[in-house]
């Protein structure tokens, strides 16, 4: 197992070679490491950006081994990482950041719940169903409607179906893939915020402000931040988010999804144990940002600072509205990150800008 604090010249390997991966590559590199991707495209944004990269599937025995060789931590971009894959290279002597709880904990919506309320962080009313039976009588006990979401591999609102009457149940259960889901309550929100919060080897945590985040069809549009909250307002966020960092013992930045009711109360709807895309504001906000914050937490160094020094509207850049390129580098507000993506498919995340204004 690798020392801590890893010192600079060290190897830091990276499961997932998305956009994510490639900002944390390059945060990374700013501090002096070297970094190995372990993705299964040859050619991908983040490895792009790193010092090696392993082709193959997260499950190739060889391909980990390969990685675990070169690399004296590792960590992910998604939570969807298999637990099989971070026990292989656990075995192989590579410590793995967050650890197997947090991933085991975000890859289950039901355990996911379960693990907020138990740690007294609240989240909507929910059940579980894994036959089209038990989600018709779920239904019936809840009151539609419902939000029926597959248990697991959901992302940017798919896996997920509204059931209006308890007759569609079993019908929505089919479509969704006959697979095990959970019904959640309708949460009444008139905000969706967000908290991204880190926590260090040594137990120190380091929370930024909060985010106030816009979705269109499933996926984030704009995020503002710090959000114009009341100070019970982020009170509330940062206990839920400090009972999230112990309650897994977690190592490394997480993102955590609210919902903000009308009565003030806030309520948990996920936990992304990665960096997390309202978290991007921080790199032209803050003084640390998300991705270094990260990188500092799984090499053991001291958390830094997440003090705010300007306002940032964070737009997500998708398909071809990439192509703006040019007029965005004009705008003397906009700090632009582009992802190095070579296909701009329909609202496939390219890069984002963030506007920055002064506090
Ligand atoms: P998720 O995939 O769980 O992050 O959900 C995607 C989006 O669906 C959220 O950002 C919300 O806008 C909406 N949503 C999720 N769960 C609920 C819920 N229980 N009640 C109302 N809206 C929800």
Redesign the pocket.
Known sequence: MAQFPLPPGSTLGILGGGQLGRMLALAAARLGFDVAVLERDADSPAGRVAAHTIVGPYTDDAALRALAAVASVVTYEFENVPAASVLALKALGVDVAPGPEALAVAQD?VAEKQFLNANGAPT?AFSAASTPEEAVAATLAMGAPV?M?TRRE????KG?RWVEHPADAARIFAELGGVPVIL????D?VR?LSIIAARGRDGATAIYPLAE?H?EN?VLRRSVAPATVTPALADQAERIAMRVLQGLDYVGVVGI?L?ELRDGQLLV??IAPRVHNTGHWTQDGCEVDQFEQHIRAVAGWPLGPTEPHARVEMLNLLGDEVDAWAKLAQEPETRIHLYGKRDAKPGRKMGHVNRVKSL
Request: hydrophobic residues 25%; without cysteine; negative net charge.
């Open positions: 919506r909507v939000l979401k959901g992302y940017d609102g997920q959640e309550a309708p949460a929100f969706e985040n979705h499933g999804e919902f709807n996920e």
